[in-house]
């Protein structure tokens, strides 16, 4: 079944939203703690947007849903269950973020403020999420018209 036109457009800007944050969630040899902490916010902003595309898809309502992130990450688990690998790690993700954004003293206390291992950890968190992050991008992409 095809989707209206106007839900297919939604969904195409929350894929178009998710992916340029993913794309952007870039570590070098020169990011220094600030790169680092909003490289970690985007990566999970593009689990979120892509989460919400797809559920734009496949649910009824998700009005709610979308404003609330404990909300988001209960409805990902519904639909994949606790085991599988993305709904724990939209929600490992969710604390970094939080970890990132709100805690000033993350970087000493997690990393005694050793960027180059700070760095190490973001570029494995990086290569760990992408392929599930294209899972559910191309999940949701599934439901545009070609």
Aim: include cysteine; proline fraction near 1%.
């Amino acid at each position: 079944m095809a989707l209206a036109d106007e839900l297919q457009n939604r969904i195409a800007e929350r894929l178009r939203l998710a992916l340029g944050l993913m794309e952007t969630s870039v570590i070098t040899s020169s990011s220094s703690e600030y790169d680092i902490r909003n490289s970690v916010s985007r990566i999970y902003y593009a689990f979120f947007h892509a989460s919400v595309a797809l559920l734009l898809a496949t649910d009824e309502d998700i009005e709610k849903v979308r404003k609330n992130h404990g909300m988001l990450h209960e409805r990902i688990q519904r639909k994949f269950g606790t085991t599988m690998i993305i709904t724990r790690l939209i929600r490992e993700l969710y604390d970094l973020r939080r970890e990132c954004d709100y805690e000033a003293n993350m970087f000493v206390r997690k990393y005694r403020g050793n960027i180059e291992e700070a760095r190490k950890d973001t570029i494995l968190l990086i290569e760990r999420a992408k392929p599930q992050f294209f899972w559910i991008y191309n999940q949701a992409r599934q439901f545009l018209s070609k």
